[in-house]
């Protein structure tokens, strides 16, 4: 699903990854806000909100940081 959305390089917006994981806006705000910082997306743009998969992060099983739940 996630290639399919996000296309390989195309933007994501907020509204869009809410519906798609059934959470509220706000919710779904602080759940990119994470993924963010655990520098799996890139904002694309501020308004409206649009992000990414960053390309980061991913291969590194032994990594120390925890994934965000969702």
């Not at 195309?10 to 994981?21: E, I, N, P």
């Not at 960053?54 to 739940?69: I, K, L, N, Q, T």
């Amino acid at each position: 699903m996630q290639e399919q959305k996000f296309g390989g390089w195309r933007s994501l917006t907020l509204d869009d990854a809410a519906h798609y994981l059934g959470l509220s806006k706000q919710s779904a705000r602080k759940v990119v806000k994470e993924l963010e910082q655990a520098g799996l997306i890139e904002y694309t743009k501020r308004r409206p909100l649009m992000f990414r998969f960053s390309g980061d992060g991913v291969d590194s099983a032994d990594s120390s940081e925890e994934m965000p739940e969702i």
